[in-house]
């Protein structure tokens, strides 16, 4: 199997390192480029605002007792496709956000690389 | 009353009595035998005082405002009543129950007069004054029936009572007799005899009346005193009738009495209870709400407050079966709403800790096995690391996830090397619970880290760690990990998941700074930390 996403660079949200570490681990072996990690919503959205390139996002809801989604409104008007990453699922997410692509923790790598294709509109090949 | 001002003789004119008895007491034909035969006022005036019934005539406020031949007989009593209170006239004098015989005649009366309907009393005691010959008169204790019938004027408004009177003190005390000499069993000869059945029946009747007031006062106590809310509307536009200290609480304490729903509670008109009010009245079908929202403004000017409750409204039919008000019903349940409301964010809380340290342990697990490939020491690592992780979650369970102590974290994680090798020099410090799970896993990093290749690896080694706060305002942790008498320190070739967890958890958990050293005289690490970084994770 070829590697759909290799080359892609995604930022990640998520305030506790150990599990950052191992989004940018999982990302690493599936061939993207990790940016990041920002853990909290305020280093998110200096990120987004940046001018670096970015293909997609992985955004923990609640980062260091705020939620997320101003960075999910940055990111939508920036026109970069993302990914939720919740302990809650899709349950927890407000109406507004509820159907955007969202995975549970704790991950799998295929869980993590559906859930991007699918947020970023990449056929598998 | 004066239109007759020709006929009439003052303030105990029955004249003036004359045309509202008429329709009830003498009927059409009478009325027109009475028309035919002359003067209508002067022969009613003659016909009431030649009756052989007894009839007194009294202002609402129970004076006496005249009284008939008969009546002045029955009760030895003259005109010079007139005027007179009906209780000063006659007070049923000085015996036991005196007072409560005149309560009854009274009460009667007041009924009679307050409720616009006639009202009978079918047995009374009540004394009155007998004249003696030779000397003061005595008071007498009679025996009586009565019936009291409101007069109303053309608005409606009650102007006079008419009271008719019966002694029937012989009847009583004959059956009293015959019932004590012959006993309960031969009363039911007497009844068909004297028609005690019926005086009887009668009493029965009136001590039913009775005890279903008492009943009546006892129901409505109740409800007053219920822990539920509960309102009594009447009419289409739900009039308060009646409400419950409990229905008080939850409104306001607004005065809502006689005032219709809409009016009394206008904020709740949007919110469909009126319309569910109607549809009760229309329909006669009852209506049920569970855990219902409603916004109540319970004082004039304050925003809207939330209550949630159970309610049921149902239909209050009279007699006939016709709706003629609605009964509501419930309690105020907001407590139990907020109580489950906060269950459910706990439990969403607890959900999203439990897959979070999830995803921590799987991290360990993953990071863990990239540097051991040999599974029995992967196997090793990664319980150790788990250990430590519970450990801290041991002392936070303790606090109730509140915190825990600097000191207490650092005992936790090294003790396993013997207490003795590691000096702890510090003031108290509060982690939260992020910043102490933090603090856990550095240290077990550390310690294992000292016993593999630093100062615990060898016997007279010993680990040294101080800290102290600074600036109280937004206070910062300074603390210094320093290993010595051990062999001396080697950079390692390749960073390992140790330093990397512990420079990653520093600058991205705790938002600080860590310098690692590795110098001859042996490894040393120093942190700074805030200490007022308001993290949840």
């Given at each position: 199997m070829t590697q759909p996403l290799s080359g892609r660079r995604v930022l990640i949200v998520e305030d506790e390192s150990l599990v950052a570490m191992l989004l940018e681990t999982i990302l690493e072996d599936m061939g993207c480029t990790p940016v990041g990690p920002a853990s909290t919503v305020a280093e998110g959205l200096s990120m987004v605002a940046a001018d670096e390139p970015l293909d997609a996002a992985l955004l923990d809801v609640n980062v260091a007792g705020s939620q997320v989604f101003p960075v999910a409104q940055a990111l939508k008007d920036r026109g970069v496709p993302f990914v939720f990453s919740t302990g809650y699922g899709e349950g927890g997410l407000p109406d507004a956000w509820r159907g955007q692509s969202t995975i549970q923790k704790p991950f799998t790598e295929a869980a993590i690389r559906d859930a991007l294709m699918a947020a970023m509109g990449v056929e598998n090949v | 009353m004066s239109q007759n001002a020709g006929q009439c003789s003052g303030r105990d004119c029955v004249n003036c009595l004359r045309l509202r008895a008429l329709p009830s007491d003498l009927g059409e034909a009478g009325l027109k035998q009475l028309v035919k035969s002359g003067d209508l006022a002067v022969d009613l005036a003659t016909a009431f005082d030649a009756s052989p019934n007894p009839y007194v005539v009294l202002t609402p406020d129970l004076r006496v405002a005249g009284a008939n031949k008969a009546y002045f007989e029955v009760t030895n009593s003259t005109r010079a009543i007139i005027g007179q209170p009906l209780f000063a006239a006659f007070d049923s004098g000085p015996g036991e129950e005196a007072p409560e015989n005149v309560r009854r005649v009274k009460a009667s009366l007041e009924k009679a007069r307050d409720t616009r309907q006639r009202d009978h009393l079918a047995l009374v005691r009540f004394s009155i004054p007998r004249a003696r010959p030779d000397g003061p008169p005595v008071m007498e204790e009679r025996f009586w029936s009565a019936t009291h019938t409101p007069i109303l004027n053309a608005e409606g408004e009650v102007v006079w009572l008419l009271q008719h009177t019966t002694d029937i003190t012989e009847l009583e005390q004959l059956r009293r007799r015959i019932e004590t000499t012959h006993g309960p069993a031969s009363s039911s000869a007497l009844d068909a005899m004297i028609g005690g059945n019926v005086l009887e029946r009668a009493r029965i009747v009136q001590e039913d009346n009775l005890r279903l007031a008492s009943e009546r006062n006892r129901l409505v106590e109740m409800f007053m005193q219920a822990p539920g809310f509960v309102a009594v509307l009447a009419g289409p536009t739900h009039v308060f009738q009646f409400y419950n200290d409990a229905y008080r609480r939850l409104i306001g304490y607004?005065?809502?009495?006689?005032?219709a729903s809409a009016e009394a509670l206008p904020e709740v008109v949007g919110q469909g209870f009126i319309d569910l009010l109607d549809s009760v009245f229309a329909t006669g079908e009852s209506v049920y709400g569970q855990a219902s929202l409603v916004k109540l403004q319970r004082s004039p000017g304050a925003p809207p407050e939330d209550a949630w409750v159970d309610f049921v409204y149902q239909p209050i039919r009279d007699s006939d079966g016709r709706i003629v008000g609605v009964f509501v019903q419930g309690h105020d349940v907001t407590e139990v709403v907020k109580a489950t409301e906060r269950q459910k964010l706990m439990i969403d809380e607890l959900n999203h800790r439990v897959k979070n340290t999830l995803a921590t342990v799987q991290s360990i697990a993953m990071q863990t096995a990239r540097s051991h490939p040999d599974p029995r020491t992967f196997a090793e690592s990664f319980q150790a690391r788990l250990m430590a992780l519970s450990h801290t979650h041991d002392l936070l369970t303790r606090s109730h996830w509140e915190g825990a102590d600097l000191g207490a974290v650092l005992a936790h994680e090294t003790e396993a090397h013997g207490p003795h090798r590691i000096t702890q020099v510090g003031p108290p410090v509060a982690l939260t619970p992020a910043a102490a799970l933090s603090f856990g896993m550095i240290f077990h990093e550390l310690a294992t880290n000292a016993a593999k290749y630093g100062a615990l690896s060898s016997p007279e080694g010993r680990v040294l760690v101080d800290w102290s706060v600074s600036d109280h305002l937004h206070p910062v942790l300074t603390l210094s990990w320093r290993e010595v008498d051990g062999p001396p320190a080697v950079p390692p070739a390749r960073k390992g998941f140790g330093s990397r967890l512990i420079e990653r958890n520093v600058r991205h958990d705790l938002a600080g700074e860590v310098k690692l050293d590795y110098a001859n005289t042996g490894f040393s690490a120093e942190f700074s930390t805030p200490l007022d970084r308001g993290k949840v994770s």
């Open positions: - | 607004r005065d809502l009495e006689g005032l």
